[in-house]
């Protein structure tokens, strides 16, 4: 078993009024040749964004983008004229494919967002752009697991262009997670939200992360109440 620590006081941080960011990779302005991926994931952004602020209208290619709102919301124009509010226990995917245009902004006119974007390098390049968006609120079971996005498509879950799997839980202390790999060759980047766990011997805490490979399974221990999200990738 491989493993490398993230710690959250480590992450690049960058401050320009309306957003606040703090990049767990290397990105825009922060370099760190030591953490410019984790296998196939690219980028992990813990974004506040200023009410009634956003970013405005942007292209990307070729990557998956996945956004976790954890508080407020946002919402969502893009050139496909997809247009929507992303509400704090939904989660958006988009395949950006040959190209795509898009922008987010916070709607709200008094309220801070907090959301999570997430890239993963696409299994297949220059597919057909896609969106799509999904409530998790009512899924969500207390001390479980519970996957949002998958390689494999299901009515459960989003779809994404990579085999590749994001899972989340809240727990109560003293909790066992057994996590099994999903796919051949994975990793697992397992980033804690809230609370404090141990991975494998490895005391992590609010926003501290781990990237674990070279293993089929491992064991998370929650020593507090604590909410964690876990991306397997593929390792290359």
Do not use: C
């Amino acid at each position: 078993m491989k493993k490398v620590l993230h710690p959250a006081n480590e992450r690049g941080y960058n401050d320009i009024g309306w957003l606040k960011a703090n990049f767990s990779f290397s990105f825009a302005g922060y370099y760190d040749p030591a953490k410019v991926h984790f296998g196939a994931l690219r980028v992990l952004n813990d974004d506040y964004i200023a009410p009634a602020m956003g970013f405005g209208m942007h292209p990307h290619d070729n990557m998956e983008i996945i956004t976790v709102v954890s508080k407020g919301a946002l919402e969502h124009k893009d050139s496909m004229g997809n247009v929507g509010i992303i509400k704090a226990g939904e989660v958006q995917i988009m395949s950006a494919g040959t190209g795509i245009m898009h922008s987010e902004y916070n709607p709200s006119k008094t309220e801070e967002t907090n959301s999570f974007q997430i890239w993963i390098f696409p299994k297949e390049n220059n597919i057909k752009p896609r969106y799509d968006q999904k409530s998790f609120t009512g899924a969500m079971v207390q001390n479980e697991l519970t996957t949002l996005i998958d390689g494999e498509k299901s009515e459960n879950t989003l779809w994404i262009n990579q085999d590749s799997r994001l899972s989340m839980g809240n727990f109560d202390a003293g909790k066992q997670i057994d996590y099994k790999m999903q796919y051949p060759n994975s990793g697992a980047y397992v980033f804690v939200i809230d609370g404090s766990v141990e991975v494998e011997g490895t005391t992590l805490n609010k926003r501290d992360a781990t990237g674990i490979s070279d293993t089929e399974t491992f064991s998370i221990h929650t020593t507090t109440a604590a909410t964690i999200l876990i991306i397997e990738v593929p390792m290359f």
